[in-house]
């Protein structure tokens, strides 16, 4: 995240160990980093870190951090020219649960990011509702909570995504035992919906990324985990494939080069040819290792896609849970994308949202911010999709008071 706005992605890096120190890398110009963790109050000793967001929590205009701790208590920290403050010491986010996904995203549509957090060690889920002046813990009646594991299950990671298109967004749980799917009823609760979806399948998940890698207008899930015991670990990857009615279904077998990932995972283009490929991450192999495969897809269907970024700023800084929804001629709805604040193990992105579009040569497309005063709107009409082939269209929208 760009913490500083200067125009350059910054990298915080939580430490894994407790005796080590996190560190914040500012990005000088594109050229070098920098490590300014002390100076920023950053260095989080004592920790055992999984997750960090970067996310203007407040509206406020710049990005705050929430750092997650899996041995102690999770801390938000407010930006303040450059200096982090912890905030909500008392309550709220500072969750003392063993968390190691965390996710950032308004899923009561109240004007306010609200935060998901995925707890291990049997303890239940969090969902942390943003009031303003507190967060309240609203796990148990939103239909979250994952109460009654066992003690060797817990949520790893979590990927939120708007699968059913319905401009609301919903939720993965990456998970050791039954993962789920949580679908957003769009009153404040949740419906699982695991079962009848066919992906809750129990397994030693670790993460997962929603991507509409065949481009045709409904999000799928590529799911990483692992089996086998410890000093065994062997990939056990999923691509639930999306067939556009609530159901997936899971074409990767074991012998599939893409079973090559055991805890990251992340969908981009990076060749900017109009379909996404795939970024892994192996922590467990002998070697380890971070591999890209490249999509294929056939330049006619890769061609049918949209991509885009929200910004503010004049360093351009992207905007963490923005909502992204595009629209017909017609005005209905196509589909819906939020820009992510991070939500995966051992991967993260700054990345433009991706729209796979079958049929559609024209769209129209509304951004949802945030603003201390609550939610606003900005529409950009009459997109002609082809004019953005291989670029990414920012949206620019004002920055916080």
């Not at 920790?47 to 750092?67: E, H, T």
């Not at 039954?178 to 679908?183: A, K």
């Not at 074991?254 to 981009?268: E, F, K, Q, R, T």
């Not at 800084?317 to 994308?337: I, Q, T």
Request: hydrophobic share 40%; with cysteine; aromatic share 10%.
């Amino acid at each position: 995240g760009d913490f500083d706005a200067d125009g350059y992605v910054d990298l915080y890096a939580g430490a894994t160990m407790p005796a080590q120190a996190s560190r914040l890398y500012r990005n000088v110009g594109g050229e070098s980093f920098v490590d300014v963790a002390a100076a920023a109050g950053l260095t989080f000793p004592g920790r055992s870190s999984r997750q960090n967001n970067w996310v203007d929590f407040d509206a406020d205009g710049d990005l705050d951090l929430y750092a997650v701790d899996r041995i102690a208590e999770n801390k938000l920290f407010e930006n303040e020219d450059g200096v982090f403050e912890q905030v909500f010491a008392d309550g709220g986010p500072t969750d003392s649960r063993a968390t190691v996904g965390a996710c950032w995203f308004d899923y009561n549509q109240d004007g306010r990011l609200d935060l998901f957090l995925a707890n291990q060690s049997g303890a239940t889920d969090a969902l942390w509702r943003n009031d303003g002046d507190t967060f309240t813990d609203v796990a148990a009646e939103a239909g979250v909570d994952s109460a009654g594991r066992e003690e060797g299950e817990g949520g790893v990671g979590c990927a939120i995504g708007d699968y059913d298109n319905d401009g609301d967004f919903d939720i993965f749980l990456a998970a050791y035992g039954p993962n789920r799917l949580y679908r957003n009823e769009a009153n404040g609760t949740f419906t699982d919906v695991s079962e009848t979806a066919g992906i809750s399948e129990p397994d030693h998940v670790v993460g997962a990324d929603w991507g509409d890698f065949d481009n045709d207008g409904d999000l799928d899930l590529f799911v990483v985990g692992y089996e086998g015991p410890f000093g065994e670990q062997t990939p056990l990857n999923k691509l639930y494939v999306n067939d556009g009615s609530g159901g997936f279904e899971n074409i990767l077998t074991l012998d599939s080069p893409l079973n090559a990932a055991d805890h990251g995972v992340v969908w981009v283009d990076y060749d900017k040819d109009g379909d996404l490929d795939l970024s892994v991450t192996d922590g467990y192999g002998p070697e380890g290792g971070h591999f890209v495969f490249r999509n294929d897809m056939e330049a006619s269907l890769a061609g049918h896609a949209l991509e885009m970024m929200v910004v503010t700023g004049e360093g351009a800084v992207a905007v963490p849970g923005a909502e992204v929804r595009l629209f017909n001629a017609a005005g209905d709805l196509l589909a819906s994308r939020l820009i992510t604040s991070g939500g995966g193990y051992n991967a993260q992105s700054v990345i433009p949202v991706h729209f796979g579009l079958p049929s559609e040569t024209v769209v129209d497309a509304e951004v949802t911010y945030f603003t201390p005063s609550g939610a606003a709107n900005q529409r950009l009409d009459n997109v002609d999709v082809s004019q953005w082939q291989g670029k990414v269209l920012k949206i620019e929208v004002p920055a916080g008071d």
